[in-house]
T-cell receptor, first 112, second 114 residues
Framework: NAGVTQTPKFQVLKTGQSMTLQCAQD?????MYWYRQDPGMGLRLIYY???????DKGEVPNGYNVSRLNKREFSLRLESAAPSQTSVYFC???????????FGPGTRLTVT | QKEVEQDPGPLSVPEGAIVSLNCTYS??????FMWYRQYSRKGPELLMY????GNKEDGRFTAQVDKSSKYISLFIRDSQPSDSATYLC??????????????FGPGTSLSVIP
């Protein structure tokens, strides 16, 4: 039982490049989330998927897209990376409607 | 004003000390209050949660909520070096039919010195 896994762990991009962050959970959770964490800002929600087949914008969605591939997997795509997207990205999952979220280990992204 | 505020620290205490970590918030609709612990270069993990006002104890940890003051606390007794981490408070209004929005504080960095 791996919980929530994320790939890659680290990534360096040049401005304008694109990439996809992958997330998978094996807890049979309905809901999945993407957050970014910046110093002094706390965790900010980028997108979430309350259940398979649905996705919605969070607090800071600009510059990102998501895909809920199936119940287990939720990916985050940066189409044209910008230095402002340098951050640590966390994926999380939960039972539908629950406040209790389980987080992955994070992806550290640097955009130069 | 941010919805949830938390002193970032860093807070440094000797082993065995009692630690008090605090958050204030502005949304009176919050009903669920959580504390997450985040070790360096790891994802946050849920430590404790409480519903509405009052205290909740779990081993060396006590969570306290004062809704009238919009203030929550986490107390750690007999602190250990393994408690060194960043502590994030988090809050939500309650279970909805689909998505229960959780607001996180920025976290307080704690170091327990042996």
């Amino acid at each position: 039982n791996a919980g929530v896994t994320q790939t890659p762990k680290f990534q360096v991009l040049k401005t304008g490049q694109s990439m996809t962050l992958q997330c998978a959970q094996d807890m049979n959770h309905n809901s999945m989330y993407w957050y970014r964490q910046d110093p002094g800002m706390g965790l900010r929600l980028i997108y979430y998927s309350a259940s398979e087949g649905t996705t919605d914008k969070g607090e800071v969605p600009n510059g990102y897209n998501v895909s809920r591939l199936n119940k287990r997997e939720f990916s985050l795509r940066l189409e044209s990376a910008a230095p402002s997207q340098t951050s640590v990205y966390f994926c999380a999952s939960s039972v539908l409607g629950s406040y209790e979220q389980y987080f992955g280990p994070g992806t550290r992204l640097t955009v130069t | 004003q941010k919805e949830v505020e938390q002193d970032p620290g860093p807070l440094s205490v000797p082993e065995g000390a009692i630690v008090s970590l605090n958050c204030t918030y502005s949304n009176s609709a919050f009903q669920y209050f959580m504390w997450y612990r985040q070790y360096s270069r790891k994802g946050p993990e849920l430590l404790m949660y409480t519903y509405s006002s009052g205290n909740k104890e779990d081993g060396r940890f006590t969570a306290q909520v004062d809704k009238s003051s919009k203030y929550i606390s986490l107390f750690i007794r007999d602190s250990q070096p393994s408690d060194s981490a960043t502590y994030l408070c988090a809050m939500s209004e309650g279970m909805k039919t689909s998505y229960d929005k959780v607001i996180f504080g920025p976290g307080t960095s704690l170091s327990v010195i042996p």
